[in-house]
Each structure stands twice: as C-alpha cells, then as structure tokens.
C-alpha cells in the first residue's frame, strides 16, 4: 500500500424519489482509497453500501436515483464531470466490478470466451487471439483447472465458486487499479468462501489492485482489509485501520455490531449481546443522530442533530456526540 | 442432558429424489440428498445440525416432520414411527413438533394478518376435532404468544409485508410456538438476517427454550451460531453425517478432516487471529450427491485420505467418550 491516494469520495450524496418521499440512499459520504490498499464497507443491509460503490463508478439507474451531491475523483478528474464515453473507458477497464451472484453477472447465452475476450479486446485493443490467450492465462490465474477446454463452456456449466473464480479472472483481466467487490462471497459455502477469498488476497496484491470489499460480515473484514469504513443509514458512522475498529471501535453502533456476533473462538456464554430494534427506514429521515433510538449511550443532543465528525489519533474518526465538547458540557 | 428420554430418535433415515428425464420414463438416477442419517435428540437439549450448502440438513428436518416421505429408515417421536403413522395419527403427533422455516418472505402467507398466522394450527386442531378453543380463547393465546417473541399485540391485523424481516421470523416463531410443542425444528432460522437483528431471534431461541423447556433441532450454516445455540452438535457432508458431539468437545477438538477444515475456513471477526490462523483450505466444490461412492464421500477432498478410504465406507463410530466419527483415521475398517 502506498500513500498515493487514486480515488476520493467526497461528500456523496445519492437519492432516489419514490411514492412516499425521498430516499437518501447515500447521504454525505466520503473516504480515500490509497495504491493496493484493501477498504471493507461494512453495514446491514439498506445502509448504503452498494448505493455508494454504484455511484462511485455512476451506474445508479436515473431516475429513479440521482446523485444529489459531491464528488468522486479518479486521480484527480470528477467521475461526474466525465462524458459518457470517458467513463466507460475507466469502467471495467481501470475500475472493474465482482458482484455478489455471479449467475446474474454472466450472460448465460455466451461463452465464457466470447464475455472475456469482448473486454479485453475492447480496452486493451489487443486482438482476438491475443485477447483469448490472455483470457486463458487469468483463469490459470483464477485457480481454474483446464482453463484451455472451460474457457469454451457456458456459465451454467460451472459450480458457484467457479462462476466467482471465472469474475475474478474478468475482472482483473484489465489490470484495473480498483476493483470493487460486491459481497463477492455473500452467496458460497464457508469452505468456498475462503478459498475464493484467499484468491482474490493474492491476486490483488500480486497486481497491486486496490479493493473496495463491501460486506456484512465482521469476519471477513477481519482477515482481509487494511482500513474499513462502518455504513449506518446512508452515512460513514465510524472509519479507521482495521486493527484499531476492533480494538477500539469508538461508535456505540460499531460497539454493539462487534458484540453482538456469536464468536467461534470463545466459550458461549449466557446470552448474546443485542442491538434493540431495527435499523431505520431512511426514507425522510430526520436531521438527527438515526441511530439514536437504539443507542444504549444516546443523549439529549443527539436527538437534535446529526453529530460531526470527531477525529482520534490513530487516524480513526467516529460520527458521534459523545466525543464532542457538547457531551462533555452536558 | 444424558438422563433427559430421548425425544426424537431417526435411524437410518434416507431421502433419495428420483431424476426423470420424461414425463412418463422411469426414474433410473436418483439425488441421494439423505443417505443413511442416524441420531438421537434428547428433550431439552439443542442439537445443532450444520453442514454446506447441498449436504442434506434441511431435506433431514423436511423427512422428519414429514414433509417428505422418506425412503427408508424409521423417526420416532415420543415411540410413535412417523414414517408408519396413519394421517390423523401424525396431524396429533405435529403437536409436538412445529417448524420454523428459513425465509420470513416466503414462509408467511401474504393475505393472512399475523393474528391469523399464529392462530391457524390451533384453528386447524379445533377443526379436527384434535382440540377445543373457544374464539376468544385463541385470540388471548395469539395475543399471549405475540408478547412472549416481543412483538406488540396491536400488530394483530397487519400483514406480513407490513412488518421487517425480523418480524417476520418473529411471527413464524409464534406460529411455531402455538400449539405448546416440545421439539421445533428450525431450518436456517437466522441466516436471512441482518447481524443485529440475527442476535435478537438467536436470544429470543434461548429464552423460549428457557422458558417453555423446548428442545431444538437447529439446521444452520454458520458455525459460530451452531456453537452458540447447541449442546451436541452433528456435522453433515453430502448425505451422512459425519461426526457428532458435544458442542464444546467438538469445537475444541473437531476430529473429522471436514470439521477441522469447516471449522478453520470460518472467518473470525479479530483481524489479530485473522493474521495468525493457518487455514486448511480444502480444493475443489462439493461434489453432486447424484451417485452412490463405494468408498468415503469426502475422499476427493480429504487432505489425509488413504487408501483404504476410497473402497470401504466407514461408519459412524464412538472415536471418544460421547464423541462419534466416520473415519478410518479413528477407527479400523471390519
């Protein structure tokens, strides 16, 4: 990981209109992804996560949706400024994409070949020869056994984890410098999960790709990521190195998200710890803390308005009232 | 526990799902989706059942309430073979034993309010005569059962697109709970859920079991809800189960080559443990249970197959004290 920062979000803000109001789907989000640094977005599902890596390479269906807001810089240039032809040059190409079902990311009328050998042509202007030898060597890559004779087979052909395999090997087949990854193993088996994890490890470091991981589970941000970034309600609620989240993660909701997971390496003891209620609808949602209703440390203030960024050393940084003068006032 | 009368008792309980080409052709493949499974479960205890994608768990609960009818093997439920019941015989054996089913979306009928959901097995045993409820009976029990899985009696009349996904599984386990049965068999109660919702049910499971003295037969692919919710846990591949125990023997000291590699492969949610593990990464997928091996079903992946593994099936044996295992590294073959 260098400090060579290739992607900013700044302040992004995604909306989506529908019959009962407006849905602020993304609402003020912003981070930094650095050279070959792995980010894991963490967050329940409708908390924003997909919505934000969606726009971060503008592929949010309009209408209904709409960036209400902020930017997204590629080395400096505004996605949001670019012409369309400009985007798809980065897209697939400079940042590529794993979705979480590989079976709807594929087409299942064309051959593995025909999807592969498209892109590559496409981006990296090589010939169709070319582009298929190149193919064959990033399933090779993938882990795919007889890649020569699968390459000719259509999706429905290969086993779920080999399907993610096949994705990978597309995805990368550019040499993208981010690659975003979708809950890419939401959909396997725990032992296909990590083998499909151990993969996209060693081939993303090997080609020095930055990963945004976005995923709901804990465990997987663990043992992957170097900094993550904790999504409540459309916003960055808490962001931080990895070893410092779990150490001492400073956000009631990052607090209660840690402890309420059944743990494989501890003794199951009395009950669980619970978050109380549900995560918010963020359909007009109030200009407050949204996650005060369930904070077992909400304050006051916090039904007022939405806290301000507070920054630790460590470079971790929380939304949250408690760290703020205010608190301390009270 | 090992005192408590054995509840549920299945043995040798197979499911094999014929494979038709046509629609008149005669089956000649089968999916042998439960191949041979054997296990006892006790009142008052959970026994966790957990295992991949296609390896047979849910198919096993569906054979044992029923669902199915099994091809062969016998389930008793308090001395009663279900696999022989007559049909009002088993409508009076459901009594006892209530599913709650994995997707609240598709496990709760959308035209009927959560009143009418919870209440319909006590509706369908006063019709068969099974029971006697008097209407504002069962509405104090819908009303009782409603507060004891948290969710507010007034929620009586809406529908289930109303409430959120937890809810919902909060309804399914009133529904469950309605007729005061001693053994629930829950089929990935949790794992269509969020992790601080997944919490919440996993406690309300506990309290209930607390409460009521329930015992469970809890199907679940994570291992580390298996490891809180059980006290044995069996482990399934491809059809047989092939180790059970203990829940704390097994997680300290799993001896079959697929439960150590299950058990290494589950992410930690420490990035500290995360840096020192040493995964046991097992190659290739889950082979399709559409034939019947000779040897063990593991072999293909098994880091420390031998020879012997690929002709002779082992059987599931006492490796220690309360700890059973199919494999030859344990025991010899006959």
Partial sequence: MSDEVILQVKDLKTYFTVDEGVVKAVDGVSFD???????????????????????????????????????????????????????????????????????????????ISTQMVETIVLHQGLSSEEAKKKAIEMLKLAGIPAPEKRIDQYPHQFSGGMRQRVMIAMALSCNPEILIADEPTSALDVTIQAQILELMQELTHRLGTAVILITHSLGVVAGMCDTICVMYAGRIVERGRTEAIFETPRHPYTMGLIRSVPRLDQEAKGRLYSIPGQPPNVIDLPDCCPFYPRCEKAMDICKKKYPPVVSFDNDQSASCWLYTKEARNV | MSDHKVLLDVRGLKMHFPIRTGFFSKAKNFIYAVDGVD???????????????????????????????????EVYLDKLDLTKASGQELLAARKNMQMVFQDPYASLNPRMTAGDIIAEPIRIFKKSGLMEASKDEIDDRVEQLMEKVGLSRFFKNRYPHEFSGGQRQRIGIARALALNPELILCDEPVSALDVSIQSQI??????????????????????????????????????LIVEIADAKDLYKKPLHPYTEALLSAAPIPDPKIEAKRQRIIL????????????????????????????????????????????CFLYHKPE
């Fill in chain 2, 283 to 326: 190659t290739g997928d889950v082979p399709s249970p559409d034939k019947q091996r000779p040897g063990c079903n593991f072999y293909d992946r098994c880091p420390k197959h031998m020879d012997i593994c690929k002709r002779a099936r082992p059987s599931l044996k006492e490796a220690e004290p309360r700890h059973q295992v199919s």
């Fill in chain 2, 39 to 73: 296990f006892q479960v006790r009142k008052g205890e959970t026994l966790g059942l957990v295992g991949e994608s296609g390896c047979g768990k849910s198919t096993t609960a569906r054979a044992i309430a029923q669902l199915y009818k099994p091809t062969a093997g």
């Fill in chain 1, 33 to 111: 992804l650095r050279r070959g640094e792995t980010l894991g977005i963490v967050g329940e599902s409708g908390s924003g996560k997909s919505v934000t890596n969606l726009s971060v390479i503008n592929l949010i269906p309009t209408p209904p949706g709409k960036i209400a807001g902020g930017q997204v810089l590629f080395h400096g240039k505004d996605i949001f400024a670019m012409s369309s032809g400009e985007i798809r040059e980065i897209r697939g190409n400079k940042i590529s994409m794993i979705f979480q079902d590989p079976m709807t990311s594929l087409n299942p009328f064309l051959r």
């Fill in chain 2, 202 to 239: 996993l406690n309300l499971f506990k309290d209930l079991q607390d409460e009521f003295g329930l015992t469970y037969l809890f199907i679940a692919h994570d291992l580390s809800v298996i490891k809180y919710v059980s006290t044995r846990v069996a482990v399934m591949y491809l059809g």
